[in-house]
């Protein structure tokens, strides 16, 4: 079992930055992916970031050249650049424990930080 436990949410007004946290801990075999969702009021859960155990990443397209996934070891970071109120959501740390000679995935969800961009 492998908790996710995010930091760093807030509130910044448009244009600021923000630097969000998410550190896994508990019975780790290896994790191969790690990404930051988000959801905001009324709409669906969308990935916003993600990146291997061979730090190949990706972006969703309304973040790229604003945001930066980065890890390190059992951590995950999501630095926010040139907020925007459109950026507002509450944003999730994800993780993939893959485990075993068949390599089974295993997914897992933080509990979620608040990020409100507002003048």
């Known amino acids: 079992q492998v908790q996710l436990v995010e930091s760093g949410g807030g509130l910044a007004q448009p244009g600021g930055s923000l630097r969000l946290s998410c550190v896994a801990s508990?019975?780790?075999?290896?994790?191969?992916?790690m990404a930051w969702y988000r959801q905001a009021p009324g709409k669906q859960r969308e990935l916003v970031a993600r990146?291997?155990?061979?730090?190949d990443t990706a972006y969703a397209d309304s973040v790229k050249g604003r945001f930066t996934i980065s890890r390190n070891d059992k951590s995950v970071y999501l630095q926010m650049n040139a907020l925007k109120a459109e950026d507002t959501a509450v944003y999730y740390c994800?993780?993939?424990?893959?485990?075993?000679?068949?390599?089974?995935?295993?997914?897992?969800w933080g509990q979620g930080t608040q990020v409100t961009i507002s003048s």
């Open positions: 990146i291997t155990s061979g730090d």
């Open positions: 994800n993780a993939v424990d893959t485990v075993g000679v068949y390599r089974y995935e295993y997914e897992y």
């Open positions: 508990g019975v780790i075999f290896e994790i191969t992916r």
